[in-house]
């Protein structure tokens, strides 16, 4: 009979401690959950903080994305104008240039005419027998 008290005595201290360490242990984890879930609430909320800077820095990017291609169309646009015009200042040069180039070559010929003329006439003159015997 002792050993039936005995025995008991052991298994109700073995279950008297065992629903005390799940006490313990529902309660650390209670407390583990509590914390689990205050760490999961402020990590959403961070998260979402970081997502909507994320969507506000897509959307300057976007901004500026599209101010820079405005931007480069207007730059490209004036740039098509001055070559344009520096397009047509080179032509306008061009036709100067040959109209110029069609009175040298016939300034050129006709002081290369007049100095053939001269030549000719020289060599007439100095051939002439009566010129010869004036002088």
């Given at each position: 009979?002792?050993?039936?008290?005995?025995?008991?005595?052991?298994?109700?201290?073995?279950?008297?401690?065992?629903?005390?360490?799940?006490?313990?242990?529902?309660?650390?984890?209670?407390?583990?959950?509590?914390?689990?879930?205050?760490?999961?609430?402020?990590?959403?909320?961070?998260?979402?903080?970081?997502?909507?800077?994320i969507?506000?820095?897509?959307?300057?990017?976007?901004d500026?994305?599209?101010?820079?291609?405005?931007?480069?169309?207007?730059?490209?646009?004036s740039?098509?104008?001055?070559?344009?015009?520096?397009?047509?200042?080179?032509?306008?040069?061009?036709?100067?240039?040959?109209?110029?180039?069609?009175?040298?070559?016939?300034?050129?010929?006709?002081?290369?005419?007049?100095?053939?003329?001269?030549?000719?006439?020289?060599?007439?003159?100095?051939?002439?027998?009566?010129?010869?015997?004036?002088?």
């Open positions: 009979m002792e050993l039936l008290y005995f025995i008991s005595g052991i298994l109700s201290v073995g279950v008297l401690y065992g629903v005390i360490l799940l006490r313990n242990v529902k309660s650390s984890h209670t407390d583990l959950l509590a914390r689990f879930q205050s760490q999961s609430n402020i990590s959403s909320l961070r998260e979402a903080d970081k997502l909507g800077k969507e506000d820095l897509n959307e300057l990017v976007m500026i994305q599209s101010n820079m291609e405005k931007d480069q169309y207007e730059n490209l646009s740039i098509n104008k001055e070559l344009e015009s520096l397009s047509n200042l080179a032509n306008e040069t061009k036709s100067k240039l040959g109209e110029s180039n069609a009175v040298l070559n016939k300034n050129i010929t006709d002081a290369f005419n007049e100095i053939m003329q001269l030549k000719n006439n020289l060599k007439a003159l100095s051939q002439d027998p009566n010129m010869l015997s004036r002088y």
